[in-house]
Every structure is written in C-alpha cells, then in structure tokens.
C-alpha cells in the first residue's frame, strides 16, 4: 500500500511540474518578487495555536526591520495529517516557501522527490549552525548523501519518568538504570502489587508505525550508543544491541510487568511506575494530577542500557521537527525564507520566547548552559534533563521507506514478541530480513 502512495504521488508531483511551471506566478504571489526588490512567501506553521503565534510574532518583527520581505505566516492543513496536507499541496503546486513541522523521515521522503532543498546550499548556512550552538545536534541529522533537508526547531529526547515514591515502598532509593535493575523493580512490584505493572502500553502490541519511536528505539538508542539503523538502502542496526533490546522487552512480557490494553492516565494513578514521557505531560499534570512532583511523586530519567557499561551517558530517541524550504518556491523565495530563519536563530531570546511559549526545547547545544536559558530552567527544573540531554538525542531515520521500516519492527518483532509469539533472537532476524526486502 505505501508503494502505491508513493508511486501515486511521484505521479502527482510529475504532473504538477507542468502547473508549476506554467502558474508559478499565480501559485507564489507574481512569482514572489517585486520590480522594486520585494519579495513575499508563505510559511506554514505547525497546526498548532502557540507555534502559529510564535511564527506570527517573529515574521512582524522581521518585517518592520526588512521592508521588503512580506512573510504570510498560516497553518498548515493537517487533514487527515500535516504531511498528508504537505504532499497534497505540492502535487498541487500549492506549496509554501517554507514549513515547519517536518520530521527527518518525511523529510526523506520529500527529499527523494526533489521536493525540498537542502540549507547547507545557503551562504550562511555554518554561521547559522554555530551561531545558535548546534554543531553536536546537527551531527546526528545529517542524510546519508551529506546533505541538510532539515533544520530542527526543537528537540525532545524521549525521557523515562518513575514513580518513586513507589519505589520507595519496595525499598528502592533510586530509579533504575540498567536492564537488571528493572526487571528487579518489576519483579517486587509484581510481588508486592500483582495488579500493578512496570509500563503501562497499549501500542506495544500495535503495528502503528510511529509508536515505535516511544519504545523501540527509545531503548534501542540506548543499547547501541545512537547506532544508526538504516543507511540509504542497507541496515546498518547493531545487532547486538538490537537483539538485547528485544530480550528485554521479552523479560518484561514473561514476568507480566507490561500493561497492553488500553488505560486511562495508569502511571498517574499508580497503576504503573514507568512511562516513556515528553515535556508536553508537564501542562496536563499541572491541571489535572498538580501531586506530580518532581523529587517527591517521581523522577525522570534516560532510558536503562543493557549493563553498567554503558549507563553513564546514554543516548536516546529525539521527538524533533523542524524546517524545511521547498523546491517550488522561486530563488528569491527560498533565499528570503532562509535569510528570516537565520534572523531569527541569530538572537538567543528568540529561542527563548519559543521555548517558554511552547515547553519544546530548543534544539540548541547548550540550552542548559547558556545564561539566556538559566532563569527559565530554575523555574521550570522539571525540564533541565531534557535541556542537558539534546546533545544526546538521535531523530528518526532519514528514509524513504521510514513508516515501512517502523511498521515492520512492529508487525514482525516487537509485537509478537510480546505476546509471547517468538524469542528475541527469532525477532530480531525476521525484522531484519523483512526490511532488507523493503529496501531492495
């Protein structure tokens, strides 16, 4: 099914190369520059309220400086997604100078289709990158041609909160951080509550494709010190450590400690005390469950590793999106997109405004070392280990075939194996070989 979708899109967005060409004028505002020099674009934010806002507040600001730059910042579609919406508006021609919103998957996607083009082509494009302090994130979001396609706005690494005070109960000082540790919890836990459980999951059992960046890789990240999973068309996933991960998974399965039927708000009401957890928990704690408390109710922490080798500095997956710049545009267009953009990320408080109107961290190097960011942090601690832990987030994999591969980890290992439907040696191989007959 995903190879029709994409064969019919590359057959859309062949065909719409001619209304491109032929309309362009109409499509990009008189193609987007004036006889005096002034040129206009759209920019589409994230469906989001406070991003839009955020994008709104800085084009003004942008425009009162640069009289001849006109930025219309709106949403993008979002029905029945924002990227099916992306990819319907540049079969139609339709598509804005710049968006955000794009993952390094669809970012892929888009690049293999000549969709979008790539920042590091930009003269400023290294100035940029070391101005915001970005080198050692940026390191990980490289494509496999050395290209840029995108440039990421902010940076979540994926994080696991504990309900310590229920560890507490079972004589445990502090949260777990190794896979035997865990399976330790669990086993008390199960011991001393049989009705409760070590992770409360209902998609471990589910093949949606984008679940497994909230367990699978999560953890795989870990084992294998932000190994790479695919490279253009080969694996390049360790297997040991991919092996590992899903022994554990398979432990935890055997020992009745994973929750996979559907419940409501179970890690807040003790019913489990671990859950994969992102900086947008925080707001909806604060309104419904204000006893969640940092130091008090629970801890966060990177996911566990294997063995004590590795639980020093772990690395984990990185809920990120970020901006890319269409093909579509005219020169001007993209360059006048590019020259806001840098604008915008030359100035420090401007990230700051982002990540207090949004609770997404930046995805800057040295967001928790950076004075800018200091109060802020002091006032929110609960996301100081998300600011000191971009360094280690990897994003997803920069592939075509980025939804197969992920559904394929799914269909045929992570979920029969934890239904108990095959051992974690025969898991691993069946993922393996199922994505090496993708990517041929």
């Given at each position: ?120 082509e930009f003269d400023g494009y290294d100035e940029l990158i070391e101005e915001r302090q970005m080198e050692e994130t940026m390191s990980s979001w490289k494509f496999t041609d050395d290209q840029q396609f995108v440039l990421p706005v902010y940076s979540n690494p994926m994080l696991f909160a504990w309900r310590t005070d ?8 502090e949260a777990p951080r190794t896979y035997d540790e865990v399976l330790e919890a669990g086993q008390k836990l199960k011991e001393e509550y049989p009705e409760k459980y070590l992770w409360s999951r209902a998609d471990l059992v589910q093949p949606t494709w984008h679940a497994r960046w909230f367990d699978f890789f999560m ?222």
């Amino acid at each position: 099914m995903k190879n029709l979708l994409n064969l019919r899109l590359f057959v859309l967005m062949f065909a719409s190369v001619l209304v491109v060409a032929g309309c362009q004028s109409e499509s990009n505002g008189d193609g987007g520059s004036g006889e005096d020099g002034s040129v206009e674009f759209e920019f589409w934010a994230a469906p989001n309220p406070a991003q839009e806002a955020f994008w709104e507040e800085m084009a003004q600001q942008y425009m009162e400086e640069e009289e001849n730059v006109s930025i219309n910042v709106t949403p993008m579609p979002e029905s029945p997604s924002s990227e099916a919406g992306i990819q319907s508006a540049i079969a139609a021609g339709n598509a804005p100078a710049i968006s955000e919103n794009i993952s390094r998957g669809f970012a892929a996607q888009l690049a293999g289709s000549n969709a979008i083009v790539p920042f590091n082509e930009f003269d400023g494009y290294d100035e940029l990158i070391e101005e915001r302090q970005m080198e050692e994130t940026m390191s990980s979001w490289k494509f496999t041609d050395d290209q840029q396609f995108v440039l990421p706005v902010y940076s979540n690494p994926m994080l696991f909160a504990w309900r310590t005070d229920i560890l507490e109960e079972l004589g445990f000082d502090e949260a777990p951080r190794t896979y035997d540790e865990v399976l330790e919890a669990g086993q008390k836990l199960k011991e001393e509550y049989p009705e409760k459980y070590l992770w409360s999951r209902a998609d471990l059992v589910q093949p949606t494709w984008h679940a497994r960046w909230f367990d699978f890789f999560m953890l795989y990240n870990a084992a294998s010190d932000g190994n790479n999973f695919v490279e253009g068309n080969e694996v390049v996933a360790d297997d040991e450590a991919g092996v590992e991960t899903f022994d554990f998974f398979s432990e935890m399965a055997e020992g009745d400690m994973l929750l996979t039927r559907e419940a409501t708000d179970p890690f807040e009401s003790g019913d489990s005390i671990m859950m994969d957890i992102g900086p947008w928990t925080f707001s909806y704690w604060d309104d419904k469950f204000p006893e969640m408390v940092e130091g008090e109710t629970y801890e966060l922490t990177m996911p566990p590793v294997p063995s004590e080798e590795g639980a020093e500095n772990p690395k984990t997956f990185a809920d990120t999106k970020g901006l890319s710049i269409y093909a579509s545009a005219t020169e001007e267009q993209q360059q006048a997109a590019f020259d806001f953009v840098n604008w915008v990320y030359s100035n420090a408080d401007n990230d700051l405004k982002w990540f207090e109107d949004t609770n997404l961290p930046p995805a800057r190097d040295d967001l928790a070392t950076n004075d800018a960011f200091t109060e802020f942090l002091e006032e929110h601690p609960e996301l100081t280990k998300y600011a000191d832990n971009i360094p280690n987030a990897v994003p997803p994999i920069d592939s075509e075939q980025t939804a197969e591969i992920q559904e394929l980890i799914g269909t045929e290992g992570l979920n029969p194996l934890v239904k108990g439907e095959k051992d974690a040696e025969q898991a691993w191989e069946d993922v393996i070989n199922s994505i090496n007959g993708v990517l041929e």
